[in-house]
C-alpha cells in the first residue's frame, strides 16, 4: 500500500489525529477506537468539543499490548 495516499501520512508533523485517523492507523474500526477510548486503552484528549488522540498513542497502545502478550 503506497501510504503516501494517506491523508495522515501527507503531514508527518501532526500532533493530534481524529478518532478516524487514529483508528486507520491501527486497522480497526471507528467504533472499535472509540470503545478503546472509553475504556482508557487508547490515550484521547477534548479539544473542545472534539475528541483527539496524541499521534504517539496508537504505536503505544500495540507496545503495551505486545508487552502483555509477552508477559503472558
Known sequence: MDTSQL???ADS????LTV????RRL????TTCYQLIRSGE????????LRRVPAD???AYVARR???QCAA
Open 27 to 30: 486497522c480497526i474500526g471507528r
Open 57 to 59: 498513542a496508537p504505536a
Open 66 to 68: 505486545r508487552a502483555e
Open 13 to 16: 508533523t501532526l500532533v493530534l
Open 42 to 49: 487508547l490515550e484521547s484528549i477534548p479539544v473542545g468539543s
Open 7 to 9: 491523508p495522515e501520512a
Open 20 to 23: 478516524e485517523e487514529a483508528a
